[in-house]
């Protein structure tokens, strides 16, 4: 079969052009070379017919290549002896390419297919062309088609009421079937979209009318096709709008104290009814590792896939046989749901009461249902082992696997053998199938009904793993697990973050394909079609420590380029080891940290040198020891527990009296410890060596790694665009490298705009100057919602009011509901693709549905480790669901911001 390639596509001189075809065969593929010809580029191949033609383009230079956007090409091949292929060429740096994401052709413009149409044939077969013509268009939605206009009979003439409308069986792709006479002749025509109900055009595609010059290639063939991209808008690029709040979050009439999946719908209709297109999620993975609040803690989880037992609706399992004590049930659920906040261990009590009874009534004919067989078939990968983990940890009361004596480790083969159905402990690992089966059928439910009303759930990846987890049971070789992982010291906390994750062994990862983040991208799949990368920059560098550390200030950017001793000297510092790397502690900094508890410190702690210098006791060298060391005072003398606790952060300080960090991948090499112009040891320091030292560390911090940093995470961050389709929103605060943005535009990762923390030197994001690539947002989770804030400082909020919302003279005391209304109206004017706001700043424009109490509305304060995650929306959704004036100003709001079209 004779088959044509013509393509339009922008290069430069030197760079050639190839079609690639997919061969049959695994991993084989033919090359064929396109030439410069009539202002495209052209070949042609002779091919064997059959199913299909499978092809992309590329475009090569001496030293790189690039291919197409998306997945390859797919032509059905006909009985026809010749076939033409006219394409253009579907460029990675589209912004149009962002619209090919599930969310939209999954919910946004989620759509039933039209019947197949064609056009009326123009003559006899053996004297036409059969041309096809497709156009790639996601953007159209459920009450609107794609038509075709053009200047011949079979395209209508330009008469609108002959518009020929494509079909869309294959959304996002439109399609149209038509015969032509066998003759030279020019086409020209153009796209519009057509309501579907009236049959009227909506708009016409902007820019000059399409051409095609049917050229003698093209009337040799028996058919052609010619294949478009991008319907051209005359209207700005799509935008949406969204609110966040965390599932625990919700509160419903018939709730159990926290929110769950089967709530979701509910907050679907709200979205519906304010014209909000997303709803995002705190992770909602299990965390239970210790059986306290402490597990309240979303990013903590003890498995990257199974979901969190919490979120499980107990009515929607069904009730017990046992009528009493399903009463009894009910009532317990009803006097949890009336508290202000969610009492997690409270709810963990009750709903595991629940799920053990339930599943002793059904567990005969559940464990041996296809419904499960099918479950575990789906999630062979992970479900077994995460049942077995959640068993030992019940068994031996810890879920440090470290003490679990024999089973700390085990092989696929004994943990198979560990679950097999014949044991003893088998129903006790099998309730771990039931609830999470139970959970995945409630949150697809949940999701499926969402995308059935143009709206998405947008999910949260966390950037760790919990230290004693599943995944670090079962493949440790994936992680660091002497090291821990945080953020550097920031506004959040002046002394850095421990969240106390192992890192991350990419080299591994990337050795075993990145399967870890392929099954845990696709899990994610089945119920989000947004997600959020916690702290995206550790997919450039993390912020790693060693695990004797406390402190994020003890920590270092893993990968690093640290410098070698000469490198140093070079900059004319002279090295000395012991003055630089180990703590550099004097009579005067005792004197300053510990007063009139010097003497003590020094007797309980230190060892004297000469020259009123001190060094750590080898026991106390680390901040772990010097909290080992309190902790037992503590305990020996509860009654001095106030003085020991006030000597933790003076204590902790000292082992960081540093300048330098050595490299543990690179002895002998160095990291400048971050802040050290801010430590007495670099006080201490020559005038000289100060400014060398202090140009070393910025050299270090903002610009020797921008390349290193972008190779870093080019390894990483096009995997997990591969592994699925949906659409990736990164969240890029505090420190960042100047090569992130860069990156995320290139692989097309939407940006995190908080207003309170621009990425410059501005001391707020204006709404208007966010760019499309963004999402904009009031606030997070880890910040104090707009009323709180307001109260935080008035002067600020006095700029605020004045240089943001252009309100003249002095602010109110208090974030009045009027002030929220600008704020929230100015980021859904804004340009960001996506305008997404927590869902306290939103009821703040109302004074009848916000809360009485602003304080009580904060979800996370990051200093405070650990923190109890227990809010809980102050009225039922059911209420917001009934306040019709609100929610009619909300949704007039957004529409007439432009964040909800139809295209």
């Not at 014209?275 to 705190?282: A, D, E, G, R, S």
């Not at 990337?510 to 997600?531: C, H, L, N, T």
């Not at 050299?699 to 190779?711: G, K, Q, S, V």
Request: hydrophobic fraction near 35%; proline fraction near 5%; charged fraction near 25%.
């Amino acid at each position: 079969m004779k088959v044509w390639f013509d393509l339009q596509v922008k290069t430069q001189p030197g760079e050639r052009v190839f079609v690639i075809i997919k061969k049959a065969a695994q991993h084989q593929e033919l090359v064929i070379e396109l030439f410069w010809q009539d202002g495209r580029w052209k070949g042609s191949g002779d091919l064997r017919n059959g199913a299909g033609l499978i092809y992309y383009y590329e475009v090569r230079s001496e030293s790189e290549s690039w291919s197409e956007f998306g997945e390859a090409r797919t032509v059905k091949m006909s009985d026809t002896e010749s076939l033409y292929l006219r394409d253009h060429f579907r460029y990675s740096d589209s912004p149009e390419n962002l619209l090919h994401s599930s969310p939209f052709y999954k919910a946004f413009f989620n759509r039933k297919s039209s019947k197949k149409k064609t056009s009326k044939k123009s003559g006899k077969a053996s004297k036409n062309l059969t041309v096809s013509i497709t156009l790639r268009a996601p953007r159209v939605g459920p009450n609107y088609l794609v038509g075709i206009m053009g200047n011949t009979p079979e395209l209508g003439e330009w008469s609108e009421g002959k518009v020929r409308h494509l079909n869309d069986p294959n959304y996002p792709i439109w399609d149209y079937t038509l015969d032509l006479p066998k003759q030279p002749s020019r086409i020209e025509y153009k796209y519009v979209i057509v309501n579907a109900e009236t049959g009227r055009i909506a708009t016409w595609e902007t820019g000059g009318n399409r051409v095609v010059e049917l050229s003698d290639e093209m009337l040799d063939s028996e058919q052609v096709a010619i294949n478009d991209e991008y319907f051209s808008y005359p209207s700005d690029p799509w935008k949406g709008a969204g609110f966040a709040i965390p599932v625990f979050s919700i509160r419903s009439e018939s709730g159990a104290g926290v929110g769950e999946f089967a709530d979701i719908p509910k907050l679907v209709d709200w979205a519906v009814k304010t014209n909000m297109k997303i709803i995002q999620v705190l992770p909602v993975n299990d965390t239970v590792a210790t059986h306290t609040w402490k597990d309240s803690y979303p990013y903590a989880s003890i498995s990257v896939h199974a979901l969190h037992p919490i979120y499980a609706s107990m009515k929607k399992i069904g009730d017990l046989k046992d009528k009493k004590l399903q009463k009894s049930i009910n009532e317990e659920a009803e006097r949890l749901n009336q508290r202000a906040q969610l009492d997690y261990e409270g709810v963990m009590k009750l709903k595991s009461k629940f799920f053990k009874y339930h599943f002793d009534e059904v567990k005969i004919k559940f464990l041996n249902s296809k419904e499960l067989n099918g479950f575990i078939t789906q999630n062979i990968s992970w479900i077994i082992a995460y049942a077995v983990f959640s068993f030992l940890r019940d068994k031996f009361k810890t879920a440090d696997f470290s003490q679990w004596g024999e089973y700390a480790q085990m092989t696929d083969e004994q943990l198979i053998e560990f679950a097999q159905p014949g044991q003893d402990h088998y129903e006790d690992i099998a309730i771990h199938y039931y609830i999470q089966y139970h959970l995945d059928q409630q949150l697809k439910e949940a999701t499926e009904y969402a995308r059935q009303h143009g709206v998405v759930l947008k999910g949260d990846i966390p950037i760790g793993i919990f230290r004693h987890s599943v995944d670090a049971w079962r493949w440790p070789h994936l992680f660091n697990m002497d090291t821990q992982t945080g953020a550097p010291p920031d506004d959040f906390s002046v002394v850095g973050q421990n969240w106390g994750f192992p890192t991350y062994n990419w080299e591994a990862m990337e050795a075993g394909g990145y399967r870890w983040w392929i099954s845990r991208m696709k899990k994610m799949a089945d119920y989000f079609d947004v997600f959020r990368i916690d702290h995206i920059l550790g997919f450039f560098r993390i912020w790693e420590m060693p695990k004797h550390a406390i402190q994020g200030i003890m920590g270092h950017f893993s990968p690093a380029l640290p410098y070698s001793i000469s490198e140093i000297e070079s900059r004319g510092i002279s090295w000395n080891y012991d003055r630089f790397c180990k703590p550099y502690i004097s009579e005067d900094l005792l004197d300053y940290l510990f007063a009139e508890h010097t003497d003590w410190i020094k007797k309980n702690f230190l060892i004297e040198r000469e020259n009123n210098q001190f060094d750590l006791k080898p026991e106390f060298s680390t901040q772990v020891g010097i909290c080992n060391r309190l902790d037992k005072l503590v305990e020996t003398e509860p009654g001095k527990a106030p003085f020991f606790n006030s000597l933790r952060l003076p204590l902790y300080s000292l082992p960081g009296e540093v300048l330098f960090f050595e490299s543990d991948k690179q002895k002998g090499s160095f990291n400048p410890r971050i802040s050290l112009h801010q430590t007495s040891s670099f006080a201490h320091l020559d005038p000289m060596t100060r400014h060398q030292l202090f140009e070393l560390h910025n050299d270090y911090f903002y610009h020797r790694h921008n390349h290193f940093w972008r190779e870093s995470a080019l390894r990483k961050l096009p995997m997990l665009k591969r592994a699925t389709n949906m659409l990736i929103c990164g969240e890029d605060l505090g420190m960042v490298p100047a090569c992130v943005p860069g990156v995320m535009d290139e692989l097309q990762i939407l940006s995190l705009a908080i207003q309170r923390m621009p990425n410059d030197a501005r001391e707020f994001w204006q709404p208007a100057d966010i760019p499309w690539m963004y999402v904009t947002s009031t606030g997070s989770h880890d910040v104090s919602n707009l009323r709180e804030w307001w109260l935080e400082d008035s002067e600020l909020s006095q700029r605020f009011f004045n240089n943001i919302l252009h309100f003249h003279g002095i602010a109110p005391k208090r974030c009045e509901a009027w002030v929220a209304y600008e704020t929230v109206r100015q980021h859904l004017a804004s340009p960001a693709m996506l305008a997404v706001f927590p869902i306290q700043d939103i009821l703040a424009m109302s004074d009848d549905l916000k809360r009485g109490n602003a304080m009580e509305e904060r979800i996370n304060v990051p200093a405070i480790v650990p923190h109890y995650w227990r809010y809980r929306l102050h009225i039922n959704i059911e209420e917001l669901l009934e306040a019709d004036k609100f929610n009619g100003n909300l949704s007039g709001l957004v529409e007439s911001n432009g964040r909800f079209t139809d295209y």
